[in-house]
């Protein structure tokens, strides 16, 4: 007589959410990143709008106030959505610093330059990224990387014409912007296939929306009704933004997707003509020129790097 089978015991739940594994779709995560430099265009356009009438701290506080209340489900303990739990809360909280940082010196810049020359300086990340990767993550970088790196530093140089009239001091809130960028994407990387997405989006609302709430009434400036709407639009463009580019990256690598965020520069040079009137330079289009061949060509580097290293699973986007 067969002896009764035992009863499985039930599955121990996990301390954290993971992230999924990601599936080989190229296609799918270019049309997603497209569609993310959609939002993301929006939203950075809809604050240099709101800059006119409202200061940048109000502004970023507007927009982390709609990110938290987006994610809030995430936060409440019992919502199937909960997502707080993580076994590297101080990473995320530092990484949800540097997101607000780079938000709120982009906004700033805004106020005083041409959007399309402020976006075309934010895309220096990416050099700001190859030398943050060899302290933080012990990664090695060769000469033609330093090449590419030095290419796009003469690309900002060509924008921002220090020396010169044409030179603005705000130019260096979009380099600074872009560093704390480049430090969330090294955090990013750093936390990746141990937190879900969902997690770290979540810590960076909380983050941003505690930190701005601290600093907002020093600076506050009572909004119209317009100036609410707008607000409203600048949180939920972002947020879409950031969170169909988390999805995209489920899909491809970041070295296949990289080339096709730089179609948020048209977006914003259209949009800043068609609102604004401003014609970007020829000294910007050359500069950006420089900035995107810089980063193409370090998207493709990072592409033959990991073909040479172990298949490892998928991480979260760096722009969660």
Not at 25 to 46: E, M, N, Q, Y
């Amino acid at each position: 007589m067969p002896l009764p089978a035992k009863k499985s015991s039930p599955a121990k739940k996990s301390v954290s959410r993971k992230a999924p594994a990601r599936a080989d779709r190229p296609f799918k995560g270019i049309a997603l990143i497209l569609l993310s430099t959609i939002f993301l265009g929006t939203s950075d356009v809809t604050s240099k709008y709101l800059s006119a009438t409202l200061p940048s701290i109000e502004i970023t506080w507007m927009r982390f106030l709609v990110f938290a209340l987006i994610m809030s489900p995430a936060m409440l303990p019992g919502s199937p959505l909960f997502a707080l739990r993580t076994g590297r809360v101080g990473l995320q909280f530092l990484r949800g610093a540097t997101l607000l940082g780079s938000s709120l010196f982009f906004i700033s810049g805004l106020a005083f330059l041409p959007i399309a020359e402020a976006s075309a300086t934010g895309f220096v990340a990416p050099l700001y990224v190859t030398a943050l990767s060899i302290v933080f993550l012990g990664e090695k970088v060769g000469l033609r990387r330093w090449i590419a790196t030095a290419l796009g530093l003469i690309g900002v140089l060509i924008i921002l014409r220090p020396g010169t009239s044409a030179f603005h001091v705000a130019a260096f809130f979009p380099l600074l912007s872009a560093f704390c960028w480049a430090s969330t994407l090294i955090m990013t990387r750093m936390i990746s296939g141990r937190d879900a997405a969902i997690t770290t989006m979540t810590y960076s609302a909380i983050v941003g929306f505690a930190i701005m709430s601290v600093m907002v009434p020093f600076a506050w400036v009572t909004p119209s009704w317009h100036d609410i709407l707008l607000g409203i639009l600048v949180g939920v463009a972002s947020t879409a933004g950031q969170w169909i580019v988390v999805l995209a990256f489920r899909y491809a690598d970041a070295s296949v997707l990289a080339p096709f965020s730089y179609t948020q520069l048209l977006w914003v040079s259209l949009l800043g003509f068609f609102i604004f009137g401003e014609v970007p330079s020829i000294w910007t289009v050359i500069g950006a020129a420089f900035i995107v061949a810089s980063g193409l060509y370090t998207a493709h580097r990072e592409r033959i790097r990991r073909s040479q290293l172990l298949t490892v699973p998928g991480e979260p986007s760096p722009n969660a």
